[in-house]
Nanobody
Framework: VEELVESGGGSVQAGGSLRLSCTAT??????????MAWFRQAPGKEREGVAV???????TYADSVQGRFAIAKDSVENILYLQMNSLKPEDTAMYYC??????????????????????WGQGTQVTVSS
């Protein structure tokens, strides 16, 4: 992955929705599998995993967003999405797109950990007002 660029952030009232996008640029072919994810970081807090999607389409979500957020990817256009519904003020944070390659026989054990990922975007701000 050469570059990850996020978009779609903004300000919304509680209960509203936003859809984030992350465009990935690849310049080399990799035979490895790829994990892509969304993370977020609020001021004064650690970066936390929000949602992860594997090469086979399987997904993992943080408990705090389960049932409200949905991660998806367009493998043809190389775009990762995060649909966020029923937003809460505590969802306010900078949201980051992340990616990592891994050997198929070595599935990452902590897919929601920032340490699992080696490629990061610059982030897009999401602000939810009450």
């Amino acid at each position: 992955v050469e570059e990850l660029v996020e978009s779609g952030g903004g300000s919304v009232q509680a209960g509203g929705s936003l859809r984030l996008s992350c465009t990935a640029t690849f310049t080399t072919y990799s035979r490895y599998s790829m994990l892509m994810a969304w993370f977020r970081q609020a001021p004064g807090k650690e970066r936390e995993g929000v949602a992860v999607i594997d090469s086979d389409g399987s997904t993992t979500y943080a408990d705090s967003v389960q049932g409200r957020f949905a991660i998806a990817k367009d493998s043809v256009e190389n775009i990762l999405y995060l649909q966020m519904n029923s937003l809460k003020p505590e969802d306010t944070a900078m949201y980051y797109c992340a990616a990592t390659y891994y050997r198929p026989d070595l599935t990452p054990q902590r897919p929601l950990s920032p340490r699992t990922f080696g490629y990061w975007g610059q982030g897009t701000q999401v602000t939810v007002s009450s």
